[in-house]
């Protein structure tokens, strides 16, 4: 009963030290599309002016606003899984030191290794074929 509470009070910290980290990249993927290049706006119809005419707003900066969004929400989803790939690492490796020559612990401890090794792999893939894409994309 002990190691049960002991599991799922580790799990909910787990969760909850994720969540914190993940809530202070908030405010820089709020105000990443924000800025000069919104077109059309408040300013151009207090002028008159057409927005078509209006500097800021062409397509190539608001392409490049929303790259730059992409790639941010990317890094900071990739940093994320990264954090928790690591933590699932340590505890398949905590698994492995506590199953006391169990075999069923040892293959539970090894799939979880694997398991956090197999995420990190894909989401490194996930990475650089997303980058891939927005080149692609940005480039035709």
Do not use: H, W
Request: hydrophobic share 50%.
């Amino acid at each position: 009963m002990i190691k049960r509470y002991s599991t799922t009070l580790l799990t909910t910290l787990v969760a909850v030290g994720i969540l914190a980290v993940s809530l202070l990249f908030v405010p820089s993927l709020a105000n990443a599309g924000s800025g000069d290049s919104v077109c059309g706006g408040l300013n151009s119809a207090i002028s008159g002016q057409d927005s078509t005419t209006n500097q800021n707003c062409d397509k190539a900066n608001a392409t490049k606003d929303l790259n730059s969004t992409i790639e941010l929400a990317l890094n900071m989803l990739s940093i994320i899984a990264g954090i928790i790939s690591v933590i699932m690492m340590i505890i398949g490796g905590l698994k492995f030191i506590t199953s006391e020559g169990d075999s069923a612990k040892v293959i539970s401890a090894r799939n979880s290794i694997i398991f956090s090794v197999v995420g990190f792999g894909i989401v490194a893939l996930a990475q650089v074929i997303i980058k891939f894409a927005i080149k692609k994309a940005s480039s035709a």
